[in-house]
């Protein structure tokens, strides 16, 4: 829980930092903290049920994890990006559109804003899904108030 809170803050200035010597580190450290939830992930549920349901816990848990994070997160976060990509790109110039964008006839201004909404519009989309956390830390939190009497100790 406490290590998923320090991703966060760790992950945005990263995304948002100018200087890839700021970022690489901080991202790094981040991602060294996001993959502390792991242990207890697939400890937790093995021991809270019975020694012949084990195994299929943790399979529901790793299939589950599978689905949601790495089957709907990059399409949601893909997804997000566009939508932003959009909006980003009207404050730049109202004139361009993201069909437009996809033109390889632009003039060089064109190319460069289109080129900076997309970048931004998926630095954003990141931004947003890492700020997710705070809910798998919510339920870290919950699941910490029961965790002794659930696992029969």
Not at 32 to 60: E, F, I, K, N, Q
Not at 72 to 98: C, E, H, K, M, V
Request: hydrophobic content about 55%; some cysteine.
């Amino acid at each position: 829980m406490f290590a998923l809170l320090g991703v966060i803050p760790m992950h945005v200035v990263g995304y948002l930092a100018e200087s890839l010597w700021l970022a690489v580190p901080l991202m790094m450290v981040g991602q060294m903290l996001l993959y502390t939830y792991l242990c207890p992930l697939y400890a937790v549920p093995s021991g809270v049920v019975d020694s012949r349901m084990r195994a299929t816990a943790v399979a529901v848990t790793l299939f589950i994890v599978n689905l949601l994070g790495y089957g709907l997160g990059p399409p949601l976060i893909g997804g997000l990006s566009t939508i932003l990509n959009a909006t980003f790109l009207s404050g730049l110039d109202p004139a361009l559109t993201l069909e437009a964008c996809k033109a390889s006839n632009l003039a060089v201004a064109a190319q460069t804003a289109c080129d900076s909404a997309n970048a931004d519009g998926l630095q954003w989309s990141m931004i947003l899904f890492k700020c997710l956390y705070l809910w798998a830390v919510f339920h870290f939190y919950m699941a910490s108030r029961t965790i002794q009497r659930d696992m029969g100790r």
